[in-house]
């Protein structure tokens, strides 16, 4: 197999510039990551648009945001073990082993497992994305017009099937963010749309706006509702080190957990949540023999940290080689690489070796960087979980006015931010999620322009979306996602788990 | 939509927002009917993805009626003023931000947010003008993104 794009990758990570921006996107993700409420998603949201003011170069950009991305993961276990509050969504599993350690006086041990389990997963995960992502690719370059269209039916059929307890609204959310991408100047035909007479919804509506909008206006009143009340934090005291017995009781359950994880990222739409609730029921079954999960047993907490951060490296796969991002992260940067004007897809490869490659040469790196960051460090980024509300929230907003204001140097936008961040609050307080509409809005120009162009193609002929053996597997395996949760609804209302939301 | 809590309740606001849902997917869809174009170089045209969009959020805002459930209670009172302040003291940071500078709409913003959760006024300022020159210091300095010095910093 060909690696020569990874070796070019390092040239480009390890140069000063992108390795300090690698280390504060690290270190910055960590810190989103620890504090409660504010996850993967928010943080890329709220630094896309300032990175990209700055003018830093787009694969710089994305060396930042996967540092974020990687970071929060690492990070969301510390408010869990030491607060019993998920720091992120993908970190809600680590809380049911975590916590409980922790009250027995072993955080400095639950940390470090964690920690080590965050390590092996990531690092996995980035080990299978150097090794799949050139090969989707090559599978890749065979996808027509209809191929593309369907591989998008996939997504959404995915989507609908493993994210949220009410796949109807997961689906609505979908066809909100089509809804949303089909506003403005349409290039075949060179009409307008939707964009009643506004010249400033010519370009349609802006990437930015709508995630700002979404991620920080909504978080923010949610934040004021949900206000944690009581919940202290518990201190990092006694051992530190954790015992070996242990660690190599978790080899195993990381191995495994790594696997799954994966596996879930590559999968359209579906990340960590779903991963590390999945890798986490799996290894209840396959190792609980004595009944300790839940009781702060140590392979408990290793099996969905292992299993999230797999899960970030793998949603860069199907992103990065079909433009179809594997989590609502990844669907955050693919819109961040639009901004920049580039679309990924198999020719990115070709295209664009040092973007790939320092990518994902960044993410090995990082993992390192994040394992210093995670263990040593770990008391500097428990302080955090102190931070008061009164300070983070008001933080986060003059965050969100920034990007906005300085992407767009109007205030217009700014009004037009929070008008969607009112129906975002709207929509979640009805038990919508945010992510679906961020999928369907990166995906719809090229949903529709695909869809289009196989018709042109087959002269208006629909037989054209059945006919290569890829759009049939698609289909078929479409089919079977809308399926699977009838087939396994009955095992699932048995074990009555918690629903996982994207993150 | 002020329908109160319990279970109840929350199945009603899920009704009012399937209705609401169902009756923008007929909007967008008769928008998009009348899309207006001379011509276009594939046979679809810019009307017809528009309006396959419209008929399946339509399908399932159907499906959410008849299956309702999930919605949360809405806040009340004092919570629900306190909710809908986030956003209006944004809008009023927003709009100050060119004649006052950035300073001074940052203040404003960080005091008022600071209230809402719980600061006493003391705090709340100390923290509002702490952030004001904290991020003013971090953008134009460190990071060098321009923001309008407005009245106050204007040069």
Same mark, same amino acid.
């Given at each position: ?292 999960? @839940?009781? &702060?047993? /140590?392979?408990? +907490? ?7 951060? %797999?899960?970030?490296?793998?949603? =860069? #796969? ?100 929070? @008008?969607? &961040?009112? /129906?975002?609050? +709207? ?7 945010? %992510?679906?509409?961020?999928?369907? =809005? #990166? ?61 | ?107 404003i913003l960080v005091t008022g947010v600071g209230r809402l959760f719980g600061a006493s006024w003391r705090l ?32």
């Amino acid at each position: 197999m060909d690696l020569s794009y990874l070796w070019a990758g390092f040239s480009v990570a390890l140069s000063p510039l992108n390795l300090a921006i690698g280390f504060t996107g690290c270190f910055l993700g960590t810190l989103i990551g620890a504090l409660p409420a504010i996850g993967p998603i928010n943080g890329i949201a709220l630094l896309l648009p300032i990175a990209y003011t700055m003018g830093l170069p787009p694969e710089s950009t994305m060396i930042l945001l996967a540092g974020i991305y990687m970071g929060a993961e690492y990070g969301g276990r510390i408010s869990s073990i030491l607060l019993n509050v998920p720091g992120d969504a993908g970190a809600v599993m680590t809380a049911l082993d975590g916590n409980p350690l922790a009250r027995q006086g072993r955080a400095g041990e639950a940390l470090m497992i964690s920690g080590l389990a965050s390590f092996v997963g990531g690092t996995l995960g980035v080990v299978g994305l150097t090794f799949f992502a050139p090969l989707l690719s090559t599978l890749a370059i065979g996808f027509g017009p209809a191929e593309y269209f369907v591989l998008m039916i996939f997504a959404f059929a995915t989507l609908g099937s493993m994210v949220g307890s009410q796949p109807v609204k997961t689906l609505i959310g979908c066809v909100i963010g089509l809804m949303l991408a089909t506003v403005g100047l349409d290039a075949t035909s060179g009409a307008y749309r939707f964009t009643f007479n506004e010249p400033e919804l010519g370009d349609g509506i802006e990437f930015v706006v709508l995630v700002i909008g979404l991620f920080s206006i909504s978080e923010a009143m949610f934040m004021l509702e949900h206000q944690a009340k009581g919940g202290s934090v518990i201190k990092v005291a006694g051992r530190t080190f954790a015992r070996w017995a242990d660690i190599v009781r978790c080899i195993g359950p990381a191995l495994r957990s790594s696997v799954i994880g994966f596996t879930v990222g590559v999968l359209p739409g579906t990340g960590a949540s779903v991963a590390s609730a999945v890798s986490y029921t799996t290894e209840k079954r396959l190792s609980d023999r004595e009944g300790t999960f @839940g009781k &702060g047993d /140590v392979r408990g +907490l290793a099996a969905p940290e292992a299993a999230n951060n %797999a899960t970030a490296a793998g949603a =860069f #796969v199907p992103m990065l080689t079909l433009g179809v991002p594997g989590s609502g992260t990844t669907a955050v940067m693919l819109g961040a690489l639009m901004l920049y004007n580039i679309q990924p897809g198999p020719q990115l490869f070709a295209e664009r070796p040092e973007l790939i490659g320092g990518l994902i040469a960044s993410l090995y790196i990082g993992n390192i960087l994040l394992l210093i960051l995670n263990l040593p460090l770990v008391r500097v980024f428990s302080r955090v979980l102190q931070l008061p509300n009164w300070v983070l929230v008001p933080g986060i907003l003059v965050l969100s006015i920034v990007g906005v204001y300085s992407t767009h140097a109007s205030v217009l936008a700014v009004v037009m931010m929070l @008008g969607i &961040g009112i /129906v975002g609050w +709207l929509l979640r307080k009805l038990g919508f999620d945010m %992510a679906p509409i961020i999928l369907g =809005f #990166v995906l719809g120009r090229v949903m529709e322009v695909n869809l289009r162009n196989a018709l042109a193609i087959s002269g208006g002929d629909l037989s054209i979306l059945f006919q290569s053996t890829i759009s049939i597997v698609l289909w078929i395996m479409a089919a079977a996602m809308a399926v699977l949760p009838f087939a396994i609804g009955r095992l699932a209302r048995r074990a009555a788990a918690p629903s996982p939301q994207v993150s | 939509m002020t329908s109160s809590t319990g279970p109840r309740g929350a199945g009603r606001s899920d009704r009012v927002g399937a209705i609401v849902l169902l009756v923008f997917a007929l909007l967008y869809g008769f928008e998009a009917s009348r899309i207006a174009y001379s011509f276009s170089s594939d046979p679809l045209g810019p009307r017809v993805f528009p309006m396959m969009l419209a008929g399946a959020l339509a399908l399932l805002s159907v499906i959410y009626l008849l299956r309702p459930g999930g919605a949360e209670p809405w806040p009340q009172g004092r919570l629900l003023a306190q909710s809908l302040a986030i956003p209006g003291l944004v809008l009023a940071a927003a709009l100050l931000l060119e004649p006052l500078g950035f300073a001074v709409a940052v203040t404003i913003l960080v005091t008022g947010v600071g209230r809402l959760f719980g600061a006493s006024w003391r705090l709340a300022i100390l923290g509002g003008l702490a952030q004001a020159a904290l991020w003013f210091a971090v953008f134009r300095y460190l990071l060098e993104v321009y923001l309008p010095g407005g009245a106050v910093f204007g040069m």
